[in-house]
């Protein structure tokens, strides 16, 4: 019976989709944290598109343009980007777009 292979105290068994989906989870609920506390929400969701190579945001286009378009100085994005890869311990090789 299945209710005899787990006690009301045993959590779920691990495995790689439960790590991963909770991993997923954890970024999602961090990226949201950044935009909303930050003073300029539309350069901290650029940040985090940048940050996580989200391509379907970044839309092939450098920082260096998105810094102009947004009107701030390339280096107080990339800035921004770097924060959330270390406030989300993501690996900044992820920075990466296409052109």
């Given at each position: 019976?299945?209710?005899?292979?787990?006690?009301?105290?045993?959590s779920p068994p691990s495995?790689?989709?439960?790590?991963?989906?909770?991993?997923?989870?954890?970024?999602?609920?961090?990226?949201?944290?950044?935009?909303?506390?930050?003073?300029?929400?539309?350069?901290?969701?650029?940040?985090?598109?940048?940050?996580?190579?989200?391509?379907?945001?970044?839309?092939?286009?450098?920082?260096?343009?998105?810094?102009?378009?947004?009107?701030?100085?390339?280096?107080?994005?990339?800035?921004?980007?770097?924060?959330?890869?270390?406030?989300?311990?993501?690996?900044?090789?992820?920075?990466?777009?296409?052109k």
């Amino acid at each position: 019976m299945i209710a005899d292979l787990h006690t009301a105290d045993d959590s779920p068994p691990s495995n790689d989709y439960r790590q991963a989906a909770q991993r997923g989870l954890e970024v999602i609920t961090k990226a949201t944290a950044f935009i909303c506390e930050s003073s300029s929400p539309t350069v901290s969701a650029y940040a985090v598109a940048y940050a996580l190579g989200i391509d379907a945001v970044a839309e092939g286009v450098s920082l260096t343009t998105r810094a102009q378009d947004l009107g701030v100085s390339v280096a107080g994005l990339s800035k921004r980007v770097k924060e959330f890869q270390k406030l989300a311990d993501v690996d900044p090789s992820a920075y990466s777009y296409r052109k």
